[in-house]
């Protein structure tokens, strides 16, 4: 059980770190915003490709959808645990740092009750959707469901296939390629 926490302890602000650490080097002109909100979304973007992995393969795996069980339901709701702690950790210094970039510089010159009370009234679905997460899934897929359901868990991971392609999208908007030759077809297409 403490196995897969400590990987994902490990692997997720690993990640972000070293996405930051990547950025900061490569593209020296970017502000420390940029950098910030890159490495979150790029992070996002390799948790729900996993957690999208995860799903199909119980989903697949399950011929009777209540008491059909797989070990990759527990496993990773254990390894993604430590993602949405350090995601809120991530949006947060997104937010601080795009504020600072914007010119609020006199409420974000430093990290103060402040501005993590200025984050949590901006970004509160958010930061509700990772708490209640970890606080109600959680428990209720390791402690309170008796291994019935292993499904419809799969089911609920799957729902996160379109996160990539939205952080991705956002990347690319904020690099400004949005109005590349892809754009420019699909906004051709569906007109």
């Keep these: 059980m403490w196995t897969e926490v400590v990987c994902g302890a490990v692997v997720f602000p690993g990640l972000f770190h070293?996405?930051?650490?990547?950025?900061?080097?490569?593209?020296?002109?970017?502000?420390?915003?940029?950098?910030?909100?890159?490495?979150?979304?790029?992070?996002?973007a390799i948790h729900a490709s996993l957690a999208t992995a995860a799903g199909m393969t119980v989903v697949t795996s399950c011929r009777d959808v209540m008491t059909d069980s797989h070990w990759l339901v527990n496993g990773f709701v254990l390894f993604g645990a430590p993602y949405m702690a350090n995601d809120i950790y991530a949006m947060y210094l997104s937010h601080y740092h795009t504020q600072r970039v914007k010119g609020h510089m006199s409420t974000y010159r430093r990290h103060s009750f402040q501005t993590m009370k200025e984050f949590l009234i901006r970004e509160w679905m958010l930061v509700l959707h990772h708490v209640v997460l970890l606080l109600v899934f959680l428990p209720i897929t390791l402690f309170f469901r008796r291994g019935l359901g292993d499904f419809f868990i799969g089911c609920f991971f799957i729902t996160e296939f379109s996160t990539p392609f939205i952080s991705i999208g956002k990347i690319l908007i904020q690099l400004g390629l949005d109005d590349s030759r892809c754009t420019e077809s699909t906004a051709y297409l569906s007109s």
């Design 18 to 44: 070293g996405f930051r650490r990547v950025l900061q080097s490569v593209f020296t002109h970017w502000t420390q915003a940029d950098v910030v909100s890159v490495s979150e979304r790029l992070v996002s």
